[in-house]
C-alpha cells in the first residue's frame, strides 16, 4: 500500500524537475539574448511555473502530500545549488590579485559595504518602522541593507573588456575591490544572521566567525597542499574536480554546524583555498557543467517559485522602487566617495562606482537565506529581482558614456 505513494512521488519529482530545468533554460538563453541577465530569465520561469497547480505555495504548506514532496526535493537541489555556485565563485577568485590589489582596493571595497548596509538599514527604517537596536524587526531592517552590499561584477567585466580597459588601473581596480567586496559582504552576512538568529551573544557570535576563518586557514592550508601534491601526480585527473566538490560540501557543513556560519560561506572559502592550485580552472570547468545543466536553472527558478506576488501592494511597490534607488546610488556614493579621497579624479570615481553597482547572484543568494530564517519575506524577493535587473541594463549604459568620450564615438563612427 505504501508503494503506490512513493512511486507517485518520484514520478512527480521527474516531471517537476524536467519543467523546470527545460523553462528556466529557455527563458535564460532568451533573456541573454535580449541584453538581460541569464539569471533574470531562470528566475521569470519561477514566476510563470506558479500557474502550474503543484507549484502553488511552493515551500510553504501544501495539501497534497505527493506535491509536497516534490516540492521539498526541489528545494533541496536549490540548496546544492547555491553551494556549488558559491563554490566556483571562490575557484574563480585570482588569490594573487586578491593580496596584491592594496589598500585602494580594500577602501573602495569596504566602503562598498559599508554605505550601502547603512542606507539599506535607514530606508528599511521607514518601511518596517525601528523599535530599538538589537530587536528582530531591527535585524530585518539590517539584513535589507545586508543584501544591498553584494556586487555582481560580470557584466561590468565584459564592458570593460569590450572598451579594451579591463586591463587599466581603474578595471583592475573595479575587478579587486568586486573580489574584495564579496568576501567582506560574506562576513556581514554571516554576523548578521548569526546575531539575528540568537545563538549567543555579539562576542560569541565574533569569536565563532573567528575561530570559523581559524579553521579555514589551517584545514585549507593542509587541503591545499594535498591537492597540490595530487594535481602534480594526477594533472587534469577527473577524480580531482569530484575531491574538490566532496571538500566543498565537508566545508559548507563543518561552517553551520560547528561554527554557526552559513553554509555558502563553507563552500565559497573552499574555493578560494583551491583556487590558486594548477588546475583550479579544469576543476571550475567541470563543477559549472553539474551547475549549469542542473542545479543552477532549479535554483534561480525556486527563488521565482518563492516570490509572491499575490501580496503585492502600494507599499510593496514603493519599497521596491525605494530598494532600487538606495541600491543602485549607495553604491557610487560609497565605492566613488572613497575612491576621490584616494587621489582618483571625479570622473574616474564615477567609473569605479559604476563599476561596483550591478547585483547579480550573490544578492539573490543573500535574500535567500533570508527567507530561510525568516528574516525577509516571499513577497520583497520581487524588489531584488526588479534591482538586478535595472542595475543589469543601467550598468552598461552609463559605463560607456562615462568611458568613451563624445569626441571618441565621432571617431569610431
Known amino acids: 500500500m505504501n508503494s503506490l505513494p512513493n512511486a507517485e512521488i518520484i514520478l512527480q519529482i521527474l516531471l517537476s524537475v524536467g519543467?523546470?530545468?527545460?523553462?528556466?533554460?529557455?527563458?535564460?538563453?532568451?533573456a541573454r539574448k535580449i541584453g538581460i541577465p541569464e539569471v533574470a530569465g531562470m528566475i521569470v520561469a519561477g514566476l510563470l511555473l506558479r500557474f502550474i497547480p503543484w507549484f502553488n505555495n511552493f515551500?510553504?504548506?501544501?495539501?497534497?502530500?505527493?506535491?509536497?514532496?516534490?516540492?521539498?526535493?526541489?528545494?533541496?537541489?536549490s540548496e546544492i545549488g547555491v553551494i556549488l555556485i558559491m563554490f566556483s565563485a571562490g575557484l574563480s577568485t585570482n588569490l594573487n590579485s586578491l593580496i596584491k590589489s592594496g589598500p585602494k582596493a580594500t577602501a573602495i571595497a569596504c566602503c562598498g559595504v559599508f554605505v550601502p548596509l547603512v542606507m539599506g538599514t535607514i530606508m528599511s527604517f521607514f518601511f518596517f518602522g525601528f523599535d530599538g537596536f538589537g530587536t528582530q524587526n531591527f535585524f530585518k531592517c539590517m539584513f535589507v541593507g545586508t543584501i544591498l552590499t553584494a556586487t555582481s561584477v560580470s557584466i561590468s567585466v565584459a564592458v570593460?573588456?569590450?572598451?579594451?580597459k579591463i586591463n587599466t588601473d581603474i578595471g583592475?581596480?573595479?575587478?579587486?575591490?568586486?573580489?574584495?567586496?564579496?568576501?567582506?559582504?560574506i562576513i556581514v552576512l554571516t554576523v548578521v544572521l548569526g546575531v539575528s538568529s540568537g545563538k549567543g551573544g555579539y562576542l560569541m557570535i565574533i569569536l565563532k566567525t573567528v575561530l570559523f576563518f581559524v579553521f579555514a586557514i589551517v584545514v585549507g592550508f593542509a587541503m591545499y597542499k594535498l591537492f597540490s601534491w595530487y594535481d602534480k601526480r594526477h594533472p587534469r585527473s577527473h577524480r580531482i574536480p569530484i575531491y574538490a566538490l566532496g571538500l566543498a560540501l565537508i566545508f559548507a557543513f563543518c561552517a553551520e554546524r560547528f561554527f554557526g556560519i552559513a553554509d555558502i560561506t563553507g563552500a565559497y572559502i573552499a574555493g578560494i583555498v583551491l583556487c590558486s592550485i594548477k588546475d583550479a580552472s579544469y576543476m571550475e570547468s567541470k563543477i559549472d557543467i553539474n551547475s549549469y545543466m542542473f542545479f543552477s536553472p532549479i535554483f534561480f527558478a525556486s527563488i521565482g517559485l518563492k516570490t509572491d506576488l499575490s501580496g503585492m501592494s502600494t507599499e510593496i511597490l514603493w519599497f521596491a522602487i525605494a530598494f532600487v534607488i538606495i541600491g543602485c546610488i549607495s553604491k557610487i556614493i560609497g565605492c566613488g566617495g572613497i575612491?576621490?579621497?584616494?587621489?582618483?579624479?571625479?570622473?574616474?570615481?564615477?567609473?569605479?562606482?559604476?563599476?561596483?553597482?550591478v547585483r547579480g547572484e550573490v544578492a539573490l543568494i543573500v535574500a535567500t537565506k533570508g527567507l530561510s530564517t525568516n528574516l525577509i519575506d516571499p513577497k520583497y524577493f520581487t524588489a531584488v529581482i526588479l534591482l538586478i535587473i535595472v542595475s543589469s541594463m543601467l550598468v552598461p549604459i552609463l559605463m560607456k558614456?562615462?568611458?568613451?568620450?563624445?569626441?571618441?564615438d565621432i571617431q569610431k563612427q
Do not use: C, H
Open 160 to 164: 570593460l573588456k569590450e572598451f579594451g
Open 19 to 30: 519543467l523546470i530545468v527545460i523553462v528556466a533554460k529557455y527563458l535564460g538563453i532568451t
Open 339 to 357: 575612491s576621490k579621497v584616494l587621489g582618483y579624479s571625479w570622473k574616474e570615481s564615477y567609473q569605479i562606482g559604476l563599476g561596483m553597482m
Open 172 to 185: 583592475q581596480t573595479i575587478v579587486s575591490a568586486a573580489i574584495i567586496d564579496d568576501v567582506i559582504g
Open 59 to 77: 515551500g510553504g504548506e501544501e495539501p497534497n502530500l505527493i506535491y509536497a514532496e516534490a516540492n521539498q526535493f526541489i528545494t533541496y537541489m
Open 401 to 408: 558614456r562615462a568611458f568613451i568620450s563624445k569626441k571618441a
